[in-house]
């Protein structure tokens, strides 16, 4: 499977925060969508970042009073590991498990075309082993 199956699946919207924004309004966005990262990004097309959960708590930690004050730009992280809709789910578990990140965007040819999260694995692995299941269900029963 393709992480295209999981976009198609749970759609391809991104949310993303300009670099000069400040911090405390990406604490805001993470928390009005119930998301753990937002993709850094002036024109909503190319990736300058990523800022994550972790990214603010580790700010948090060195410097409490002005992390909230503080650029998007300052905290998030610049190296973004991103991956293609047509790699496989498994070489992104794979990708995810080796970085310890949880979430990966998705560009076709530098352009930004998704997102996608250990959540949004989870949920699609679920579905395979349930259809695997119904199937060796079926073909121990005969009804297959």
Known sequence: MTISA??????????????DDRVAEAIDMLAEWGIGALVVSSDKKTIEGIISERDVVRSFAKDQEWTFRLRVADIMTANVITCSPTDSVDDLMTLMTENRIRH???????????????????????KTLETESEALKGFISGTH
């Open 6 to 19: 999981i976009l198609s699946a749970k759609g391809d919207r991104v949310a993303t925060i300009k670099p």
């Open 104 to 126: 990966v965007p998705v560009t076709n040819e530098n352009i930004l075309v998704g997102i996608v999260s250990i959540g949004d694995i989870v949920k699609q692995r679920m």
